[in-house]
């Protein structure tokens, strides 16, 4: 059964995050960074870039270091309890832009390569013997996908990274049982379960409530990967909690609707919750991913401009998963960051009144082209709360008439 009112406060909420994820957003990155730093600093490496000027600010000087040489830890060392003595941790007031500017990152995490003076540093009590970082490990940027292996983790269990969220999992649950008592107050029935089908002509909805099962979790999911994220110190496996709660939270919701007498606890919604956390998953693990991918949401205006409820408000809602231009470096000076190539879905023609008057149903399976307005308004400098939290709530939502599509039968939409 369709829950109207989560698909209502949750396409809010996509708007709240501009406002929420200057917090979780800085704080992860300030965190790398601080590490970074405590890895880099008196260390003496071969500028790897010298054609470029020399930039200093504090004790860190980029693209070149000419300090004396001390051990290297590497990024499991730094995350232990067991830092050497000789690792000398400089304050946080250099140049942030300086030290994550294009030309100078690859040259400061070069620095971090060689494992010669590594082999002086023994071994982690929590991680056994150190291995100097790779090539690769060295090219990430700092991302959502980045986690503190397990054995160097804050919060290496299920429990203990769900106790870092417990307000937030109360307020969900809060909601959702507000939502869900409203219906005891009702017609109830026995539990029972109703399939419901999948994206058939014969069903309800033509899978678009399917579709919004898929993106409420995916949201849940993102938004309490954020908070342990944050909250976790980027742990190994939040994204897993995270997803694991938002389906847990969605699974019991639906057990409201197994006590309503025209409904049932739909197996087809469960599938499509996990659905859901699983891509959250796949975006917060899959370096890269995030960067490149979107699952957006899409509400196109109706005669009565917004509907709440009901088979029109399904009709209004499009979905997509977004390839974003902006997130491949090729791509980073040519007009093509800021267009994203869209793969989505849409039903219409399926309100009772349209069956009654004896039209078919129609799915819509589409190609498009749609404006990446995060980048158009704020590109790469985003240096406000605002600017910030906007950008990230339009990697959920996709402002409507911002797009060219072409269904599978030829039909031109925007």
């Known amino acids: 059964m369709p829950i109207h009112a989560l698909s209502r406060h949750l396409t809010r909420t996509v708007a709240t995050i501009a406002f929420l994820a200057p917090m979780f957003v800085t704080t992860a990155q300030a965190g790398e960074l601080e590490l970074e730093t405590a890895a880099l600093a008196g260390l003496d490496a071969p500028a790897v870039l010298p054609d470029q000027p020399l930039v200093e600010s ?11 040489a001390l051990n290297r830890p590497s990024l499991n060392q730094i995350a232990s309890l067991t830092l050497p003595a000789a690792l000398r941790v400089t304050p946080l007031d250099f140049d942030i832009q300086a ?14 390569l060689s494992g010669a003076e590594q082999s002086a540093l023994g071994q982690s009590a929590l991680d056994g013997p150190i291995r100097p970082i790779t090539l690769d490990e060295a090219a990430m940027e700092p991302a959502w996908a980045n986690h503190v292996p397990r054995a160097s983790a804050t919060h290496r269990s299920f429990g203990s990274q769900i106790g870092s969220i417990k307000t937030e999992l109360l307020i969900l649950a809060a909601y959702f049982s507000a939502q869900s008592g409203k219906k005891l107050f009702r017609e109830t029935t026995d539990f029972h379960f109703k399939s419901e089908g999948w994206f058939g002509k014969n069903t309800t909805n033509l899978g678009a409530d399917k579709m919004l099962h898929a993106f409420d979790t995916y949201l849940i999911a993102e938004i309490l990967h ?5 909250n976790t ?3 190994e496996g939040d994204a897993v909690t995270a997803a694991a709660m938002a389906s847990t939270l969605m699974a019991l919701n639906e057990i409201s609707d197994g006590i309503e007498p025209d409904s049932g606890y739909s197996l087809e919604d469960v599938a499509m919750n996990t659905v859901g956390a699983m891509f959250s998953v796949l975006r917060n693990t899959v370096p890269g991913m995030r960067e490149k991918v979107s699952f957006k949401i899409e509400i196109v205006p109706n005669d009565d401009i917004y509907s709440y409820r009901g088979k029109k408000h399904y009709e209004q809602q499009r979905y997509m998963l977004s390839l974003k231009g902006r997130g491949f470096d090729a791509l980073d000076n040519t007009p093509l960051r800021f267009l994203d190539l869209q793969l989505g879905y849409y039903a219409s023609d399926f309100l009772n009144e349209d069956r009654a008057a004896g039209i078919v149903p129609k799915q819509h399976v589409f190609l498009g082209v749609g404006l990446n307005l995060g980048e158009i308004l704020f590109g790469r400098k985003k240096t ?15 402002l409507p008439y911002t797009s060219l599509r072409v269904d599978q039968r030829g039909d031109i939409s925007y």
């Open 226 to 230: 954020m908070r342990l994220h944050k």
């Open 99 to 112: 030290v994550q500017a294009p030309d100078a990152r690859p040259a400061l995490l070069q620095a971090r």
């Open 384 to 398: 406000t709360s605002f600017s910030k939290g906007a950008d990230l709530a339009l990697d959920y939502l996709q």
């Open 58 to 68: 504090g004790d860190v000087r980029a693209p070149a270091l000419d300090r004396p």
């Open 233 to 235: 110190h980027a742990s």
